[in-house]
């Protein structure tokens, strides 16, 4: 039976946290690369939205959605490597950053892919949306920097699927020239924390080399799935 298979995005795509929470998790799968400029017609007949992550399990059925894919991890994780024990405080704690980092953190920049991806603009709209963005994504800077403690990890001492899915988007406003994280010590931390850890490292790789070992080819990843 063939491993399930996550189709990341690139460039910049959030599942690369996904991909190392996996990695973490010691969960078996391999990874397929969707070009996020150029989606392929088979990838936008299984998914109409055209968006990453998407998760083909290892029957060929097809799970999207951050959190969805989240939570089919930790329901895998019985060493419990990047979740707690089911309706812990540590595990509400992780839902709750998780959640929150999915949706409004991730919703904040929003406005740079759109200054990014869309041709017909003018110059003057793209600096607009920028600017609008920059306000978006520095008030979520501020909310994060506020729920955060001094543990290591976004949960204290042990690294969680919250810290995968900050793997993904944090280094957003690196890549489109938002501002500098150190304005937010405490997110600045984790963080460097997180990217520091080999896995992290690993999984981000993934972006820029199609001949990892991990790689499958998306065509046929695609024909796998129902």
Do not use: C
């Amino acid at each position: 039976m063939p491993n399930p298979t996550l189709l990341i995005g690139y460039p910049m795509g959030s599942p690369i946290g996904l991909a190392a929470a996996l990695a973490w998790a010691e969960i078996p799968h391999d990874i397929g690369r969707v070009d996020l400029l150029d989606r392929p017609a088979a990838f936008l007949a299984i998914n109409p939205r055209g968006e990453v992550p998407v998760l083909i399990d290892a029957e060929g059925q097809v799970l999207t959605e951050t959190l969805a894919i989240a939570r089919w991890i930790e329901n895998r994780d019985d060493a419990r490597r990047v979740s707690f024990a089911p309706g812990s405080r540590d595990a509400l704690r992780m839902w709750e950053l998780a959640s929150f980092l999915n949706t409004g953190f991730t919703g904040a920049f929003v406005p740079f892919w759109a200054a990014m991806e869309a041709p017909h603009l003018t110059t003057e709209q793209r600096e607009f949306l920028r600017s609008f963005g920059t306000g978006l994504v520095r008030k979520r800077h501020e909310q994060l920097e506020a729920m955060l403690g001094e543990g290591p990890w976004l949960v204290g001492e042990r690294r969680s699927l919250a810290d995968a899915i900050l793997l993904g988007v944090g280094r957003w406003v690196e890549f489109h020239e938002v501002f500098d994280v150190a304005d937010y010590p405490r997110i600045a931390a984790v963080r460097a924390h997180i990217e520091k850890d080999a896995v992290a490292q690993a999984a981000a790789r993934l972006e820029s080399d199609p001949a990892d070992p991990r790689v499958v080819d998306l065509a046929e990843a695609l024909a796998r799935a129902r």
